[in-house]
């Protein structure tokens, strides 16, 4: 079993080496959870009314989107299309198009990445071998700050045994019963 000393120097000295990185994905993390409400990845530069003549909604495919997006001067590649209540909606990489089927009448937003917050929330969507091998590395890293912060206090009414652990399983159940009833 390890020391309460050594215990205490290694939840130290992780957490010191991992504090920028816990930040950042706390940071990102919270941005993250409320992408649907505002997008922080990206913020609008330029909104631009446009009209244009919109064949039969059977007409409208990726093809036809993507030459669409060409005549409306929009040079960054077709994320996706669809048509919803009379409504032709196109996303680009930089650009989103919006056309009311009827009257060939919408707009064109287009935006930018947003300094230093879309950088942090690749942090959550990278899928790059070494940042999957060093966030695992990060989450073992987590667990054991858990485990030595858990041990590191030798003896008093606030230790683990005594204490600590009706705090750990209060805070285990909150996110199992999310799981369960959201």
Known sequence: ?????????LHR??????????????FSGILMNHREVWHPEKYTVQT??????I???TEITEKYAEELGKKL????????HKVKDDVLKISFEKNDVELDLKSGKGEIVTFMKTPII???MKLHKSTSNWWIYYSDIFGL????????GAIMIPAGKFTFKKRGWKLALAGLIVPLLILIFV
């Open 141 to 148: 890293s987590l667990i054991t700050i858990a485990f030595t």
């Open 118 to 120: 879309s950088q942090t």
């Open 13 to 26: 000295d992780l957490g010191y080496f991992y504090i920028g990185l816990i930040i950042s994905f706390a």
């Open 48 to 53: 631009k009314a446009i009209s244009v003549s």
């Open 73 to 80: 001067g929009i040079e960054d590649k077709i994320r996706r």
């Open 55 to 57: 064949p039969k909604e």
């Open 1 to 9: 079993m390890i020391s309460p000393l050594k215990a205490r120097n």
